[in-house]
């Protein structure tokens, strides 16, 4: 079964970068769109960025221009770049694969956005 393993959250302060990865047990082109979702403490998940296996990227306005989704062919990974960060964005971040009959998630890497 393929699996989805997120990593590289962590503490940075506020302007500080940290770059997410996402890696697939499998082939992770194969899913049909790829996403980040994040989830603060008392709060329900949200989107924060996909990208289609065209290459097609989609971001949530509250992080457009400050993040930026891509994929790494080379290490069979989706990426999320997140520069500019602030406290709000402090959350558990999760990655999402999509493609028929298959809806699947990791288990989530945690960022905190603090001085």
């Known amino acids: 079964q393929v699996q989805l393993v997120e990593s590289g959250g962590g503490l940075v302060q506020p302007g500080g970068s940290l770059r997410l990865s996402c890696a697939a047990s499998?082939?992770?082109?194969?899913?049909?769109?790829v996403g980040w979702y994040r989830q603060a403490p008392g709060k329900e998940r949200d989107f924060v960025a996909r990208?289609?296996?065209?290459?097609?990227?989609n971001y949530a306005d509250s992080v457009r221009g400050r993040f930026t989704i891509y994929r790494d062919i080379t290490k069979n990974t989706v990426n999320l770049q997140m520069n500019s960060l602030e406290p709000e964005d402090t959350a558990v971040y999760y990655c999402?694969?999509?493609?028929?009959?298959?809806?699947?998630w990791g288990e989530g890497t945690p960022v905190t956005v603090s001085p």
């Open positions: 499998a082939n992770i082109f194969s899913f049909n769109v």
């Open positions: 999402n694969g999509l493609k028929v009959g298959i809806d699947l």
């Open positions: 990208i289609t296996s065209g290459g097609v990227p």
